[in-house]
C-alpha cells in the first residue's frame, strides 16, 4: 500500500501542512492553484468587502466551478476519443476490405493474362496454319 505524503506548503500567506498519497510536486501544485484563485479574488474590488466566511464560500465554488467544467472537457473529450477510435476501426476495416479486392484483382488479372497469353499463342497457331493452307 502507498504511504502517505507530508508536504508544507504556503496558502493565502499561512503555513499549511498537506497529507496526501501524491508525491509533493502534486500537493505544491494544489497549493499553487489555490493561492492564484485566492489572488484573482482579492483583485476584484468586491471581493475585499467580504467577510472571511463569504471568501471561503466564494473560493470553494468557483473551485468547484472550474472542477465541473474540467469534468465536463474531459467528457466531451471521452467522447471525441471514442468517436476517433471508432473511425480508425472503420477505416481500418475498409482498408482490409480495399486489400481483399486488390487481392482478387490482381488474381483475375492474372488469370485474364494467361488467357490473353493463350489467345495470342491460339492466334499464332491459326495464322501460322492459315499460312500453310495457302
Known sequence: MK???ETEVLIDGRKFTLRGFEDDGYLQKV???INKKITEFKKAESYRHLDTEQKK???AINIADDYYKEQEKARVYRSESKEKDQSVMDMKNEIID???KIKTFETKEKELQTSLEKAEKKIVELETKLK???
Request: charged fraction near 35%; proline fraction near 0%.
Open 3 to 5: 504511504e502517505k505524503n
Open 31 to 33: 497549493a499553487t492553484y
Open 57 to 59: 464560500i466564494l473560493l
Open 132 to 134: 500453310h493452307r495457302r
Open 98 to 100: 480495399l486489400q481483399e
